[in-house]
């Protein structure tokens, strides 16, 4: 049997073997604490983090002082949204976000409301795009931030971060973005975007997973955040704990990796992407794409096929690894939040399915993929599952 073709890199990212060259002589020669000021095994243990976080700012068009580590995204994202919610107690309390962001800020900004700010949830449209003129009626001088995702991990939609970020400054809101996926897949300048706080991972981006980072504005403006997590004053005092650094090591040469090829990895996957999703629209009777096809990750494609359940499609196509949706939410009988807050009836969310590629998928692979899917979706919808 041939091996499976993993085609769910939204969800998660193989450790490139060039990262676990460089992550390797942590576990063993350089294995001291960062903290450990008094010994070449913590200096030698600093270094290694200096590096990282220069890396790191560097893929971002960030400063190194401007990074602040934590075990992920959801971390991150909790230490942007309740970290300014309880620095600005007193003086904004509101909070605009919109309905397909990843449940780590939908979540947040629930906790945020029970600890007294107030929440706008914003609709998008059929192309999954926030309309810039509902966010400018939504924001007021009491609006605090401004949270919307670069791109979104179930369709790859990708917003326009510098208007959203425009309008936000102009009632003196912060910018807070969720770039999990964005980063390693598009050009990011948090600078030129007008972006204050953003989240991101090391294990979308071929980093291993349980390392992530946020990045907070120093100047113009100086964000302030409230610590989540106490007892050690790392990070300049907003992430307390033993800074991971072979998980710092790996997730800083994960993003150099990739801000060097990034021009030539997003038209290869880009083409990936195109010829599997090509075919099946050819082959798939009544078979769509979900949401714009002009602005989304390269990477990315979600697609519905119309009368056939993912929860019997997915076991028919064995040889191909997909996911229905985020792979961080518990698993539910519940349609996505995303695809019905873009309009789907219950029926096409259940219906459809994500397929992200990455850099170790071939040509050979999609192929194979398509003749999979295609026969799978045929069979379905000719011998249907009986309930």
Not at 137 to 162: F, K, S
Request: charged residues 20%; negative net charge; contains cysteine.
């Amino acid at each position: 049997m041939p091996a499976p073709i993993y085609l769910d890199y939204n969800a998660t990212t193989p450790v490139d073997p060039a990262v676990v060259e460089v992550m390797l002589p942590t576990l063993t020669e350089h294995f001291g604490n960062p903290s450990s000021d008094g010994h070449a095994f913590g200096w030698v243990a600093d270094e290694l983090v200096v590096q990282g976080r220069e890396q790191i700012a560097a893929a971002l068009g960030a400063q190194p002082e401007t990074i602040v580590f934590t075990c992920g995204a959801t971390e991150a994202v909790n230490l942007a949204i309740c970290g300014a919610v309880e620095a600005y107690r007193g003086k904004r309390d509101h909070i605009v976000t919109v309905a397909t962001e990843h449940k780590a800020v939908l979540q947040a900004c629930e906790v945020a409301e029970r600890d007294g700010a107030r929440v706008t949830v914003l609709g998008v449209g059929p192309d999954g795009l926030l309309d810039l003129n509902e966010l400018r009626a939504a924001i007021t001088d009491e609006t605090l931030m401004v949270a919307v995702m670069w791109a979104n991990n179930e369709t790859g939609v990708i917003q326009p971060i510098h208007a959203i970020a425009e309008i936000a400054h102009e009632h003196g809101a912060l910018m807070m973005t969720d770039a999990t996926q964005a980063v390693g897949k598009v050009p990011i300048d948090v600078d030129a975007a007008g972006v204050d706080l953003l989240a991101c991972s090391g294990h979308k981006c071929y980093a291993p997973k349980g390392v992530g980072a946020l990045y907070r504005r120093r100047r113009k403006p100086r964000v302030r955040l409230a610590p989540m997590i106490v007892g050690g004053g790392h990070e300049d005092g907003l992430r307390s704990g033993t800074l991971n650094v072979p998980g710092i090591v790996g997730f800083g040469k994960a993003v150099e990796i990739a801000v060097t090829h990034s021009d030539d990895e997003a038209s290869r996957l880009a083409a990936l992407r195109d010829r599997l999703e090509g075919a099946l629209l050819d082959r798939c009777s009544d078979a769509r794409v979900n949401g714009t096809t002009e602005h989304r990750l390269p990477n990315t494609t979600n697609m519905v096929f119309p009368g056939v359940r993912t929860r019997d499609l997915l076991p028919a196509m064995r040889g191909v690894a997909v996911s229905t949706g985020s792979a961080c939410q518990t698993k539910t009988a519940k349609p996505s939040h995303v695809l019905t807050a873009m309009g789907l009836s219950g029926a096409d969310a259940f219906a459809s399915v994500r397929f992200s590629v990455g850099r170790f998928t071939t040509e050979a692979e999609i192929d194979r993929a398509i003749e999979e899917i295609a026969a799978a979706v045929e069979k379905i919808r000719t011998e249907p599952v009986t309930v």
